[in-house]
């Protein structure tokens, strides 16, 4: 089992960028994939993107390609998501989760055993 901690949420205008972090305890971080999901309300989880265990493999939904951008860095046991052009329809809460297996590159939300508490982003028009 994994612990996680998003933080970086927030309000912002249309246009305004924000960085999501998420920090992860409790097991081998490098070993497994890390995606972040969101959820307006009203609305089922959705996947936003997912990072490799090596920073590799890297997919984004169609909603957000060439506006976010994952990255990680291991030795800071530490995901982040970069949002840049926010739009009112990104207005969510924000979850990380780390994969459920080892090497695993899933993209569903049952690929992800470990979820954490989540961080509201809204963005004003």
């Known amino acids: 089992q994994v612990q996680l901690v998003e933080s970086g949420g927030g309000l912002v205008q249309a246009g305004g960028s924000l960085r999501l972090s998420c920090a992860a305890s409790g097991r081998t971080f490098s070993a497994y994939a890390m995606g972040w999901f969101r959820q307006a309300t009203g609305k089922e989880r959705e996947f936003v993107t997912r990072?490799?265990?090596?920073?590799?493999?890297?997919r984004y939904a169609d909603s957000v390609k060439g506006r976010f951008t994952i990255s990680r860095e291991n030795a800071k046991n530490t995901v982040y998501l970069q949002m840049n052009a926010l739009k009112p329809e990104d207005t969510a809460v924000y979850y990380c989760a780390a994969g459920t297996h080892p090497y695993g590159l899933g993209v569903r939300p049952t690929d992800f055993g470990s979820w954490g508490q989540g961080t509201q982003v809204t963005v004003s028009s």
């Open positions: 990072i490799g265990w090596s920073g590799g493999n890297i």
